[in-house]
């Protein structure tokens, strides 16, 4: 399977970054009370991981099958941005949660 290793890199920086940013208007919607918004952006961040992960994938296999994916300060960066998502998507589900429970509390004291 011969894979396109720019396009993928490029791939994996659109999906990666798409979720992060999704992953931060999680937590904004959750501040302003919108629990069911803030967990479809979630969803909708995970579905851009998945994206980005077919194309790391994809690079994976073709390395481990002998093609030179080769070293590149873009395929670092790439990796360093799909990183990056996954954190933020992670520490987005616990604002999330955070916020519900506060709201909540705010709700049960008023």
Do not use: C, W
Request: aromatic share 2%; hydrophobic share 45%.
């Amino acid at each position: 399977m011969q894979v396109n290793h720019t396009e993928a890199t490029f791939q994996i920086i659109l999906h990666g970054g798409n979720a992060r940013s999704l992953a931060m208007e999680a937590i904004a919607l959750a501040k302003d009370k919108d629990m069911p918004g803030a967990r479809e952006v979630l969803r909708r961040a995970g579905e851009e991981l998945a994206k980005a992960h077919q194309h790391q994938t994809a690079l994976i296999q073709a390395e481990v099958a002998g093609e030179d994916v080769g070293l590149s300060m873009l395929l670092v960066h790439a990796q360093d941005h799909l990183m990056n998502a996954m954190t933020t998507r992670e520490l987005a589900n616990e604002f999330v949660e955070l916020y519900e429970r506060i709201h909540e509390s705010e709700e049960a004291g008023a």
